[in-house]
């Protein structure tokens, strides 16, 4: 089509508030396989259809991954994350145990252990979701890196033999606080599930769960990554302190994230308890982007 042709598909995507409605019809053009199927998908994105969703894909981090409807989309700022947790996992200098929790459909985990085979470092990659549909679109992403993925709550679904053995723990927890969910954007608040938006009165709710045991799943010197928003996170690395992990908290104004980081000291005692359960079933810096 040339741009004559594409002007007034142009125009329809502003006027619903399309911020990027160039760049918008393009892909829906490019993802159309006749003017029927253009006419839907262009009907569904002026509705609220998140256009990831509509596409079958997003990019994140230079990567293709697919999403599908029902599937929370990976936020382009949660590439801090992931780079905080590569530039750790550099310094190991050997394979990497990782777990990406709350993975959704993977993205997380791929750019990780894909960024560190550029590097000739190889990574143990386990991730886990509680939503159905992530796991199918997680298992489709992470199949080129050997992953193993896992449906089931939190810890409950990761294999025992990890316990104390994971490196980085990549945690892209739910922390929009339950009484902001209605302030979201309607493709967020509409089209992705609200366990993987809801993070509970303080948003922190989640958090709270995993840094309770992240001492007793984290190597000696292991690390668990999480984003939050500013104002979350001084409070989310006092509840890492208070769970025995040295926190600190990394933020990138650019990408307009927030990244709470807690180690594992290399002393730390785990519970004998727990340990035959699994067994027998701040510093803020401000960083740019590289």
């Known amino acids: 089509m040339t741009a004559s042709d594409t002007a007034p598909l142009v125009a329809r995507l502003r006027a619903a508030g399309c911020v990027f409605a160039e760049d918008e019809a393009a892909l829906l053009l490019s993802a159309a396989t006749d003017p029927a199927h253009l006419e839907a998908l262009v009907t569904q994105r002026i509705a609220g259809f998140p256009l990831e969703h509509l596409l079958g894909w997003t990019d994140f981090r230079g990567l293709r991954v697919t999403v599908a409807p029902g599937v929370f989309v990976p936020r382009q700022r949660t590439g801090f994350l992931v780079e905080q947790a590569v530039t750790l996992a550099r310094t190991l200098g050997r394979p990497v ?155 990138c104004e650019d990408m307009g994230a927030t990244v709470v980081i807690g180690t594992r000291p290399p002393d730390f005692a785990t519970d004998p308890a727990v340990d035959e359960f699994t067994q027998g079933n701040t510093s803020t810096q401000n960083e740019d982007p590289q």
């Open 97 to 251: 145990v990782a777990l990406d929790m709350c993975c959704g459909c993977g993205a997380l985990g791929l750019a990780f252990t894909k960024e560190l085979a550029q590097d000739g470092i190889r990574v143990e990659l386990t991730a886990t979701d509680i939503e159905p549909a992530a796991i199918v679109c997680a298992r489709e992403n992470l199949a080129a890196v050997n992953a193993h993925v896992v449906e089931g709550d939190l810890f409950d679904a990761v294999p025992p033999d990890l316990h104390g053995r994971v490196d980085i723990l990549l945690a892209n927890t739910p922390y929009v606080p339950s009484d902001h969910i209605r302030d979201m954007p309607p493709e967020a608040r509409d089209h992705e599930p609200r366990r993987a938006l809801d993070g509970g009165a303080d948003g922190l709710d989640v958090l709270r769960r995993i840094a309770a045991v992240a001492c007793d799943w984290l190597a000696p010197g292991g690390h668990l990554l999480v984003e939050e928003s500013e104002e979350q996170a001084p409070v989310a690395a006092d509840i890492m302190r208070t769970h025995h992990l040295a926190a600190r908290i990394v933020e």
